[in-house]
């Protein structure tokens, strides 16, 4: 089993829809959890952290669930400049890092 | 703002040469990491570095080498490039190891192809 794993999608969603994606990891140890936005051709960049308690930032939620190990990225009213590949990232108190191998969004007029 | 940079963007090398990949940042960030991204397999960690002439070796490092001499730069070395290392490499570095300071800002990347 991979240590992060992420539904590779595409997921195509009409704009305005709501979307989530989920991302299980398998090391129990693992601490910090980031979701990470990629565009095409482009370098990932930070789309937000994910705490314990949950994370708003506008139309974007992310969640962790500790006891099922996944964390989630929940994007409400998609817009057209969503369309991306969102990469989950989970580090472990032993250094492991890990990146998923993304989830790709296409948002459809 | 942070800034990642790669000396090249796109490299065009032969079988068995020596490759160089450069990376500098310029926030003084402690640690300093190169991935290469496949499509399919996403990002991949090859090699990391908590602080100068320090390096660990992440999940896929056979074929590659690294030399932190410096904090801002971490360099990249492909010993005698081969066909399979073709690839998008990805340099990143982050501030620190726990928290928000783990935190990765990456650079634009190195398309390299090996014929």
């Known amino acids: 089993r991979k240590e992060v794993e992420q539904d590779p999608g595409p997921f195509n969603v009409p704009e305005g829809a709501t979307v989530a994606f989920n991302c299980t990891y398998s090391?129990?140890?693992?601490?910090?959890f980031f979701w990470y936005r990629q565009d095409c051709r482009k370098e990932p960049k930070l789309l937000m952290s994910?705490?314990?308690s949950g994370n708003e930032d506008g139309r974007f939620t992310a969640q962790l669930n500790r006891a099922s190990q996944y964390i989630s990225l929940l994007i409400r009213d998609s817009k057209l400049s969503d369309s991306a590949t969102y990469l989950c990232?989970?580090?472990?108190?032993?250094?492991?890092?890990?990146f998923g191998q993304g989830t790709t969004l296409q948002v459809k007029p | 703002d942070v800034k990642v940079t790669q000396s090249s963007r796109y490299l065009v090398k032969r079988t068995g040469e020596k490759v160089f990949l450069e990376c500098v940042q310029d926030?003084?960030?402690?640690?300093m990491f190169w991935y290469r991204q496949d499509p399919g397999l996403g990002l991949r960690l090859i090699y990391f570095?908590?602080?100068?002439?320090?390096?660990e070796k992440g999940d896929i490092p056979e074929g590659y080498s690294v030399s932190r001499e410096k904090k801002e730069r971490f360099s990249l070395i492909l010993e005698s490039a081969s066909t399979n290392q073709t690839s998008m490499y990805l340099c990143?570095?982050?501030?620190?190891?726990?928290?928000?300071?783990?935190?990765?800002?990456f650079g634009p990347g190195t398309r390299l192809l090996v014929l």
């Open positions: 990143a570095s982050s501030l620190g190891t726990s928290g928000a300071q783990e935190t990765q800002y």
């Open positions: 090391n129990s140890a693992s601490q910090s």
């Open positions: 994910v705490y314990s």
């Open positions: 990232f989970g580090s472990s108190n032993t250094g492991k890092l890990i």
């Open positions: 926030m003084d960030h402690e640690n």
């Open positions: 570095s908590y602080d100068v002439k320090m390096k």
